[in-house]
């Protein structure tokens, strides 16, 4: 009786005081816990970054704090929102977060994994570290249900929180790696850097010819590649019937975009070297069959954009098929069609097991003055410098050329993104 009679009584008292500022205590609160929520989740990826643990009551007070904050975010939609149903999801999280608020601190710190044949650990901080991470997003978005009171707005709300944390998540490492390659390799870029050759086992000198090395490579991969690539796109969406050998030579292009990387530069230590030997020859056709699949994808996925009814339209006026895939289909397909060429040919630009057994050498080869002569590029030249780490000096030019072949290829994509907002049609 003693219960029902405090019960009560507090009830009484949280109606009395939600009657008199019902809207803004309803959203000074769930801002509160979003805001709360979301630090909490921050200091989880903090703390897993950093490698550290950050306490046991610190823990305690995190987790407890979250969980009194959706308490009473609950109790206030259990009194004047009425949303009786609606309501299990938040308890069942406020129940787990005690649970875990009592628990994790009792956790050993480390748990061995020798008992499944693996030598190693699981640390305490890292399972606390995303299990904050975890709370705090789940947290912040049941905070948003009281705030839309529980309609479809608050889904949304949610949904739209996720997805930006989910972002953010991805953006991070990407960040850490691009700042980590910047602040260590801009202090290697010189004019004698970018001009000279390699010497000392690239301690001493530049890059110079695995820049043009590069370059050439890329070149001739595109004059094949891109021509090969939109004709076998037209041929597949504007000419060839659907039937079982279009579904063929469609599984082939993915079967083939999927092959290692590895596997294309043993196929041409096979077939190309042979016949080319080691030379920029051999390196272009065997980076034109990696490239050519991603060509013919997107080049087939831009012709399919365009409506048929443009098709039809020019049909109609009696223009012939190929009059119509060259005025009607390919203008507004063209930049699909350049940005899938420009990302494939990006993607061959970073690739080294193509090349290393098909194309390129170390030192010595110098600027090549024909398509059958051994070439230097800056992946392979990239791969041979973190060899000779700890054995000479050559850490500061492995960074700067990270740097310069990061800056190809992302200027090679922030090329396709031009490319494809200045010139897209909406239909």
């Known amino acids: 009786m003693d219960l029902r009679k405090s019960y009560s009584y507090f009830k009484d008292f949280f109606k009395e005081l939600l009657k008199r500022d019902n809207w803004e205590f309803k959203k000074i609160m769930c801002i509160v816990s979003i805001v709360f929520s979301s630090l909490v989740a921050i200091i989880g990826f903090a703390s897993v970054a950093m490698s550290v643990y950050i306490g046991d009551i610190f823990l305690r007070f995190l987790l407890g704090t979250i969980a009194i904050l959706i308490s009473i975010l609950l109790f206030y939609s259990y009194i004047k929102l009425h949303k009786k149903k609606e309501l299990a999801s938040l308890i069942v999280f406020v129940v787990i977060v005690f649970l875990l608020a009592y628990y994790m601190p009792l956790f050993p710190p480390q748990y061995e994994l020798k008992a499944y044949d693996v030598d190693a650990s699981i640390l305490k901080f890292m399972i606390t570290s995303f299990i ?127 092959i290692p990387s590895i596997v294309h530069g043993l196929f041409g230590l096979a077939f190309f070297v042979p016949i080319f030997g080691i030379s920029l020859l051999s390196g272009i056709l065997i980076m034109s069959f990696l490239t050519l699949p991603i060509i013919i994808r997107s080049s087939e996925e831009a012709l399919k954009s365009v409506p048929q009814s443009l098709r039809e339209g020019s049909y109609a006026v009696g223009a012939t098929r190929w009059q119509t895939i060259q005025r009607v289909v390919l203008p507004p397909a063209l930049p699909g069609i350049i940005t899938g060429t420009v990302l494939g040919v990006g993607r061959a630009a970073g690739e080294t097991a193509p090349i290393m057994f098909t194309a390129v050498v170390f030192m010595g080869a110098g600027t090549p003055t024909s398509i059958f002569d051994p070439i230097q590029a800056l992946p392979y030249h990239l791969l041979e410098l973190t060899r000779y780490i700890g054995a000479y000096p050559v850490d500061q030019n492995a960074w700067a050329t990270a740097l310069l072949l990061l800056s190809i290829v992302l200027g090679m994509n922030a090329i396709a993104i031009i490319i494809r907002e200045k010139y897209r049609v909406e239909f």
């Not at 004059?223 to 030579?249: C, N, T, W």
Request: glycine share 12%.
């Open 132 to 258: 904050l991470i975890i709370v705090g997003i789940l947290g912040a978005s049941f905070s948003m249900k009281p705030l839309y009171n529980f309609t479809s707005k608050s889904s949304q709300a949610s949904a739209y929180y996720v997805l930006t944390v989910a972002i953010l998540l991805i953006l991070y490492p990407l960040v850490v790696i691009v700042s980590s390659i910047v602040s260590n390799g801009i202090g290697g870029i010189s004019w004698e850097f970018l001009t000279q050759d390699v010497s000392r086992h690239g301690s001493k000198g530049g890059v110079f010819p695995a820049i043009v090395g590069t370059l050439l490579l890329l070149m001739g991969t595109v004059f094949i590649a891109l021509p090969l690539g939109i004709g076998s796109a037209i041929y597949l969406q504007e000419y060839a019937k659907k039937g079982k050998i279009v579904r063929v030579i469609r599984i082939g292009v993915d079967v083939l975009q999927g």
